[in-house]
């Protein structure tokens, strides 16, 4: 009887073994090196949004305090940094008996009372609009020290034009007294004192800060982060640009008087975003 001859079983040799490893090792890899390229591009990504995304928010109040900044006392203006005075109420009051200053919250846009964007207190100054005497060109502003905040939610006999319009009011002692008779009305401005400008935080980088600064002279608090990091001072974090009602460019120093509009400039640390505002000035 004869049976089928059977073939020897040929088993995987070392070196295809070796070839093998090899394949799936380089296939490993470069799988490996995509994810991390992948990994890295999501991260950078996610960086740059935030970053965008604070540079975008932090225009947003430096822009605005830039806009309703008030011309005294005079600001200091450079090409990285600015001191001025913001304006945080403005209104319609009057004097009281004993010589203080009531203003009630404007009801809406239309009303006749203050609005206000944050509370007073006895940091900020107040100016009193003077009317203009038959020898002067132009109305004038006396500014007071505020010695004392008090907020109200009474009647004033003495001020009924003030009591029909909302129901809060804010009562300012002001330093020195007005020379108004009690029951007189008058147009009051609350300016608050700033400084922004890009400075070196604690962990090494360069932040968009603001300080608030006592109103005559006097320094200025420590700096409240914003938004960064960003470049440095001296490397373009914020760039401040001015200009005239011609359009043409206001050199540093800066002439207040002549001031129209501001252009302000923000980059990130690594110079990959970049965010800017106009504003044009609605108190000069």
Known sequence: MTGSARLPRRGTTLL??????????LLGLALVTHLREQLRATSTAALHTRAAREISLALVPLTFELRSSSTFPAPFLSATDAE?????????????PDRRVLLRARANTSGSGASWRAEPDGRDLALVLRPRAPSDLDDSWSAHIIADVMMSTGAHVSCPAADAVGTTAVVLTLDPLLSEFPGDSLTLQVVRRVRWAVTLGGDGAWWLSQRRCAPLGGGCDASQPVAGPLRSATSGGLDLAYED????????PVDWRRLSLVRATLRSASGTVRGAGAVRREHP
């Open 16 to 25: 295809e073994l070796l070839v093998g490893l090899t394949i799936a090792a």
């Open 84 to 96: 001025f005075s913001t304006l945080i109420l403005d209104g319609a009051g009057c004097v009281l």
């Open 245 to 252: 009602s011609t359009g043409a460019t206001v050199p540093v």
